[in-house]
């Protein structure tokens, strides 16, 4: 079964800062990996899908990459702002686990101060 | 309308009651899914359907009894359940299987006292 793990579990930046949240995964057999990001108590956003043949994604000051050989994915957050404090969570499509469930990370609670 | 909505956004419920949770997709999609997140663990897949059909149960309780009348609802039918089963609920739904993105609803918070 894959698993996925989020490194840090938490993260604190003062505003501007670049940064980068990481995600890796046991299996390198994927159909895609897709970011999230969750407001507390609150239903979860899609940020970026990476198909298995694509080594990256971006929109706006995200970007997003791909090495399935070596297991890892990183979000890049450009210029972080206190508006995207929120939990990023990393999830990974598989057929270790069946064509259909996302296997998800425990995410990165990411704290932007002002 | 848009998007994936869930009804109720927030449920108490005792342990002899019976009560639904409803999904509903305004995407045109044809795969919908019932998560569940509790506190400190990773999301958990219960359910997925593909055209109305069933294709996965994740080793679910009995106790959750999906319902997919068509490919816009989804409905996750309650009873007699456990505190432990307290957590947010999350449906999503996908163009198809495999290779499409999923879409997530804003969840409905259960408390099961």
């Known amino acids: 079964k894959q698993e996925v793990t989020q490194i840090p579990a938490a993260l604190s930046v003062p505003e501007g800062e670049n940064l980068v949240l990481n995600c890796s995964f046991t299996d390198s057999a994927i159909y895609n990996l897709q970011w999230f990001r969750q407001d507390p108590g609150k239903g979860l956003t899609s940020l970026l899908l990476?198909?298995?043949?694509?080594r990256e994604q971006t929109s706006g000051r995200l970007n997003a990459s791909l090495d399935k050989s070596s297991g890892r994915s990183t979000l890049y957050i450009a210029a972080s702002q206190p508006g995207d404090s929120a939990t990023y969570l990393c999830?990974?499509?598989?057929?270790?686990?069946?064509?259909?469930?996302?296997?998800f990370g425990k995410g990165t609670s990411l704290l932007v101060t002002p | 309308e848009t998007g994936v909505t869930q009804t109720p956004r927030h449920l108490v419920m005792g342990m002899t009651n019976k009560k639904s949770l409803k999904c509903e997709q305004h995407?045109?999609?044809?795969?919908m899914y019932w998560y569940k997140q509790s506190a400190k663990k990773p999301l958990e897949l219960m359910f997925v359907?593909?055209?109305?059909?069933?294709?996965e149960n994740n080793s679910v309780p009995s106790r959750f009894s999906p319902e997919c009348p068509n490919s816009s609802h989804l409905f996750l039918h309650l009873h007699t359940l456990q505190p432990e089963d307290s957590a947010l609920y999350l449906c999503?739904?996908?163009?198809?299987?495999?290779?499409?993105?999923?879409?997530f609803g804003p969840g409905t918070r259960l408390t099961v006292t």
């Open positions: 999830a990974v499509r598989s057929p270790a686990d069946s064509g259909y469930a996302l296997n």
């Open positions: 359907y593909n055209f109305k059909e069933q294709t």
């Open positions: 990476i198909q298995s043949s694509q």
């Open positions: 999503a739904s996908s163009r198809g299987d495999s290779g499409y993105e999923q879409y």
């Open positions: 995407l045109g999609h044809n795969a």
